[in-house]
């Protein structure tokens, strides 16, 4: 079975700086989806980026970027410029058999004033 | 619609009772799937839906959880006999296509006392 896995349960950046949150996955398959939510208090799960397996290109929104590396099969979320309102709980997620979503246990951003 | 909604967003139940959970997908989304959330965790799939047909029920923790979704659209999670182990956020998502990104409600919140 697919699994994800984010090692980090907690991080904290300073507003305005950069912050890296990690994600990595087991899969056999060659082509699939990542993807990382955003889960404010309000548990409303806002996506944040998409990336598929097949574009080598890293996908990019603003200031949210990724870094994936398919063959050590990791998907880290970089976060620039950080924002008060950036802070969330964050989640990896792949989409298994082009259906269910599985998600990694979730990281808590905190931002500091 | 601008989004989807789910109702209620929050419901007590006494161990035993019955509860109904619904969810509006995005208009014209094809693809409707519900995940369960327990606290500090991350979303775990329960079941998907094209259309009307109920493709994947590989989640459903018990014989006590049921899905539909009749004419395509809303949804409706129903739980029988409820236990305390069924508390948690239930989130609803959808999709364009089942291979294209899902936009999640705001989740129900089910405490089962």
């Known amino acids: 079975a697919q699994t994800v896995t984010q090692s980090q349960p907690e991080m904290s950046v300073q507003e305005a700086e950069t912050v890296t949150l990690s994600c990595t996955y087991d899969?056999?398959?060659?082509?699939?989806?990542l993807f990382w939510y955003k889960q404010p208090p309000s548990r409303q799960m806002i996506l944040v980026i998409r990336?598929?397996?097949?574009?080598?290109q890293n996908a990019t929104e603003n200031r949210f970027s990724v870094n994936f590396q398919k063959a050590a099969k990791s998907f880290s979320l970089k976060i620039s410029d950080s924002q008060l309102g950036d802070a969330a709980m964050y989640f990896c997620?792949?989409?298994?058999?082009?259906?269910?979503?599985?998600f990694g246990q979730g990281t808590r951003l905190t931002i500091n004033p | 619609g601008a989004g989807v909604s789910q109702s209620p967003r929050y419901k007590v139940a006494k161990r035993g009772q019955d509860v109904a959970l619904r969810c509006d997908p995005i208009s014209g989304h094809v693809s409707l799937f519900w995940y369960q959330q327990a606290l500090g965790q991350g979303p775990e799939f329960l079941t998907y839906f094209q259309n009307e047909a109920q493709l994947d029920k590989s989640g459903l923790p018990s014989d006590r959880f049921f899905a539909e979704r009749p004419e395509g659209s809303v949804s409706t999670l129903k739980i029988q006999r409820t236990q305390q182990e069924d508390s948690a956020v239930y989130l609803c998502?959808?999709?364009?296509?089942?291979?294209?990104?899902?936009?999640f409600g705001p989740g129900t919140r089910l405490l089962v006392l």
């Open positions: 997620a792949y989409l298994w058999g082009a259906q269910k979503l599985v």
């Open positions: 998502a959808s999709s364009s296509t089942r291979t294209e990104t899902q936009y």
């Open positions: 990336q598929e397996a097949y574009k080598q």
């Open positions: 899969t056999s398959e060659s082509d699939y989806y």
